[in-house]
């Protein structure tokens, strides 16, 4: 936290300081339908800088346009300088939530498969971002490389699908999933055989998917393995992969293809009694 206001408030901030010091009142309300993501981390900024912050939103809320998100009291100086760091993280998390929602929904039309996000987040923010997945009702997937292991396209080419596995399998805890990406049905069959708990087809059309999923299903798949889907996916597939009966669609462009929502900040013109 004091790192962001470090950043945005730097070693002279005249700007805030141009008003008098007082006690005033200020509302956060957004331009625009979302889901809401954030609380927490604005009431963190506003708790940090004394702020006195009321709300009755909780991430995951459906609100409309022109919802007042934050009730604010305290010193001008400090809302002032909260003002453009919290929008920025409710614009941002709100932005995150309601395209998962959306995303969701998709998905829950067709079949009860999960959408997940993937590690591609903002460097420093990926707590924040993943939080706002689950906010819209998505799964955050790895939060980091220590909550599972996943062999990817790379360490097959140096190690092959068979010496990653049993590798994996030597190093990692019993508690940690062994997820491998296949591009192929003769991979996806092969990373079963040899005891993957997650399988992901990497960049397979929905196509090559259910064909593969059909292939799997032929050969006996073990019933614990789960099958994902992942790599250039955006809200126009999800109907089509959704219906090859994967267990999970994760999705890089939640995060990195979600727009901002539009929050303001506005100050009172009735002068505070308190």
């Known amino acids: 936290m004091e790192y962001f206001l470090a950043e945005d408030l730097g070693y002279n901030d005249v700007s805030c300081t141009l008003v008098p010091d007082s006690e005033v009142e200020a509302i956060i309300f957004t331009k625009e339908d979302c889901v809401m ?30 919802s007042t998100i934050f009730s604010l009291h305290g010193s001008s100086v400090s809302i002032l300088r909260a003002e453009r760091i919290v929008l920025n993280f409710l614009g941002h998390l709100c932005g995150i939530a309601t395209l998962t929602r959306r995303c969701v929904d998709t998905v829950a039309s067709v079949s009860d498969a999960r ?20 906010a819209g009702g998505g799964d955050p997937h790895r939060f980091n490389l220590s909550d599972a292991v996943m062999i990817k396209d790379n360490h097959v080419r140096m190690m092959g699908i068979e010496a990653a596995i049993r590798s994996a399998r030597k190093k990692a805890s019993f508690t940690q999933k062994v997820e491998v990406e296949v ?7 092969q990373a079963a055989a040899l005891g993957a708990d997650i399988i992901m087809f990497d960049n397979m059309g929905p196509h090559q998917v259910a064909d593969t999923m059909a292939c799997l299903k032929s050969a006996g798949i073990p019933g614990h393995i789960i099958l994902e889907v992942s790599g250039g996916i955006g809200p126009g597939d999800l109907e089509a992969y959704a219906r090859t009966g ?8 939640l995060i990195h293809q979600a727009r901002w929502i539009d929050i303001s900040l506005e100050f ?7």
């Open 115 to 134: 959408v997940a996000c993937t590690r591609k987040t903002t460097p420093g923010l990926r707590k924040y971002e993943k939080l706002a997945v689950i």
């Open 183 to 189: 591009e192929s049905s003769n991979d996806a069959l």
């Open 246 to 253: 994967v267990h999970v669609i994760s999705m890089g462009s």
């Open 37 to 66: 993501a954030g609380v927490d981390v604005a009431r963190s900024f506003f708790d940090y800088l004394g702020i006195n912050a009321v709300t009755s939103c909780a991430d995951g809320d459906w609100i409309s346009e022109g």
């Open 268 to 274: 009172s013109t009735q002068k505070s009694k308190i």
